[in-house]
């Protein structure tokens, strides 16, 4: 089946998740993405949680599927003119080194589009390529805390909270393929290569000031609090039920007046103290107990079939067991079974975007670390077995 990408080939010397993710998203849609790392693996191959044979799930099973997996050291005339090579037969060049490091000093933009004027250079980084900040490390966690949104995550008197899933981190590597696209098809239309820099501190502020908080503070002067599981300026929270618990969004007056219908309350529907979704917010401790009396009353099965019959917005906080089972992820195929030597099935993350004509797909597991050398560097480089055992023995490979 025709894919997207299809003839795309990515160089990715990206490590952790943000990078990972990029070209994850463009090998599924058909880009032929080479994992570059550096002899004997990559640090993320380190971290956890690790398969029965020893393998990092997440850095070497989940993130690295659909790619081939070459090593090489940068840090060599040799590397650097085998990297010459494959330089110019590629189309994309993908790293997140420091900027100022030694590994982004080598694949800089102005050296690459020597070698290939039509390289497209995507740099992921902490901070971007400017600024007071730009050659300092980060991660995903650091971009949380600095943008601010720690700071109201959480329930009221507890510390700043972190959100645990890295929405940071993936949601840099969905803007890096983005942006690759956009670069691809401004290639397309002009013949010229250009860089494009994504950071995740740039993603991290993105993401909570397009909800409002810089400005609430700037025009309103106000800073939020944190508020536990409510959102801000309308009526939401998680609420327990006999068996578990429930989330319940009520927006906008149409919705509030089906809610109140379903749980038997259109008493209070002329009360001033609910009249729109800032007065509910503002009455949040007063209308909570209301709902979860109700709530309380019934299994978590019961709530969620009375409200979605009445069109209103809720769902059952899973646990990661639960979502696996959930009927609509098997739907959508949002987890793929993928077999590996050794462990069995994996599940991975489906394929998010769906085209109706150049689907994506999950074809191939991860590669182990350098399994793909002798047909990327000698199929694709002209590379004699010979040469290749000497590059491996001086630790070039």
């Not at 003119?81 to 102005?110: P, Q, R």
């Not at 070698?115 to 980060?138: D, E, H, K, R």
Request: overall charge negative; charged content about 20%.
């Amino acid at each position: 089946m025709t894919r997207v990408l299809g003839g795309i080939r990515v160089l990715d010397f990206s490590r952790y998740a943000a990078g990972p993710y990029c070209s994850m998203i463009l090998a599924d849609m058909g880009a032929e993405v080479i994992k570059i790392e550096k002899p004997g693996g990559e640090e993320d191959r380190r971290l956890g949680p690790f398969a029965p044979n020893g393998e990092s799930m997440p850095y070497g099973m989940i993130l690295t599927r659909n790619k081939k997996g070459v090593t090489l050291s940068l840090k060599s005339h040799q590397g650097e003119e085998i990297l010459k090579e494959l330089v110019k037969c590629s189309d994309v060049v993908l790293h997140n080194f420091t900027l100022g490091s030694e590994e982004a000093n080598i694949l800089k933009y102005e050296s690459l589009k020597e070698i290939n004027p039509v390289i497209i250079l995507v740099c992921i980084t902490g901070f971007g390529t400017s600024g007071p900040y730009a050659s300092q490390p980060c991660f995903d966690s650091i971009a949380q805390a600095l943008a601010g949104g720690m700071s109201y995550t959480g329930f009221p008197d507890s510390p700043p909270t972190r959100d645990a899933v890295a929405h940071v981190d993936f949601g840099t590597g969905t803007y890096a393929a983005l942006g690759t696209m956009l670069a691809l098809y401004h290639r397309q239309r002009t013949g010229q290569g250009q860089m494009v820099d994504v950071a995740l501190m740039d993603t991290a502020v993105s993401f909570v000031a397009s909800l409002g908080p810089a400005a609430e503070w700037k025009v309103l002067g106000g800073v939020r609090p944190q508020i536990g599981n409510h959102s801000f300026y309308n009526f939401s929270d998680a609420f327990p039920a006999k068996d578990g618990w429930v989330m319940i969004s009520v927006i906008g007056n149409p919705l509030w007046r089906r809610f109140l219908a379903c749980i038997g309350r259109e008493d209070i529907i002329q009360d001033p103290k609910f009249k729109d979704d800032l007065a509910r917010f503002e009455n949040r401790r007063e209308l909570g107990p209301i709902v979860s009396q109700w709530v309380g009353e019934r299994t978590v099965e019961e709530v969620v079939k009375l409200l979605q019959g009445a069109r209103v917005p809720c769902g059952k906080v899973n646990n990661i067991a639960e979502m696996a089972a959930h009927p609509q992820v098997e739907a959508r195929e949002m987890l793929v079974d993928m077999e590996y030597p050794e462990v069995g099935q994996v599940p991975l993350s489906g394929v998010v975007i769906k085209l109706s004509q150049t689907p994506g797909q999950i074809e191939r597991p991860a590669p182990k670390v350098g399994e793909h050398n002798s047909e990327v560097y000698q199929d694709l480089l002209g590379i004699k077995a010979e040469e290749l055992s000497q590059l491996k023995a001086e630790g070039i490979i």
